[in-house]
């Protein structure tokens, strides 16, 4: 028993190690997105105190609109982190652990 979870806890570490980098570059992007969000936020409220009136298109509207691309590029990496190169192999294999 005690080398089946000693088995599992290797492949775990050996997953997060391969994948960590690329997850990182994904929180990174969704990072990036909230980000880009406030910053057009702020900018189209400045712009609204400032021309006391509303400025459409502004600046702040492609810093709010920015926000879907870059969620949208973040979760593709997330899906590319989970299925990494490194992972597809023990993927495939993974069913022949539990017989």
Request: proline share 4%.
């Amino acid at each position: 028993m005690r080398k089946f979870f000693d088995e599992h806890r290797s492949l775990h570490y050996t997953e997060v190690a391969a994948s960590g980098r690329l997850v990182k570059i994904a929180w990174s992007i969704f990072t990036a997105a909230q980000l880009s969000a406030a910053i057009g936020t702020g900018l189209k409220r400045l712009l609204y105190t400032a021309a006391a009136f509303s400025v459409y298109p502004a600046i702040g509207d492609f810093f709010a609109l920015l926000f879907y691309p870059l969620v949208a590029a973040g979760a593709l990496w997330l899906l590319v982190a989970r299925f990494a190169p490194d992972e597809r192999p023990r993927l495939a294999s993974s069913d022949s652990r539990w017989s």
